[in-house]
């Protein structure tokens, strides 16, 4: 029996990293078995251009591992952290301390103010 989506408007945003002309965005849709997830990126610099804007998405995964390759394929910490979903930031705040901890992180923000962002949006306390 194929999965059922429990509503109509099933995705939601999830994770969305960015800043002004583009960011990457984790989005989310609940089924009957769980939830399925996907990554878009945008970057709309090239407008300034009179160039087209940058976009890619990738396809719906069940697997969160999966997910978070996808994020990192499109350097998601390189941006600051603007919404986490409540029953998500547990799981991001994983992925984002194994990543600060491995140093292979490159963001436009310095690494600490990066990391107190990133507390804030999970609900961390320091």
């Known amino acids: 029996m194929p ?33 399925e997830y996907r990554v878009d990126y945008a970057d709309q610099t090239p407008l300034m251009l009179h160039e ?19 994020l990192d394929r499109e350097r998601w910490l390189r941006l600051p952290p603007v919404m986490v979903a409540p029953e998500f930031r547990t799981r991001v705040w994983e992925a984002v301390s194994a990543r600060l901890a491995s140093g292979d992180v490159q963001s436009i923000w310095p690494r600490e103010k990066l990391l107190a962002r990133c507390r804030e949006r999970c609900g961390i306390e320091s």
Do not use: F, H, Q
């Open 52 to 70: 087209p804007e940058i976009r890619r998405e990738t396809a719906w995964t069940r697997d969160w591992n999966e997910a978070l390759a996808y």
């Open 3 to 35: 999965r059922r989506l429990t509503r109509p408007s099933d995705a939601r945003a999830i994770l969305i990293t960015g800043v002004e002309g583009g960011g990457v965005t984790l989005y989310g849709r609940k089924t009957t078995d769980g939830w």
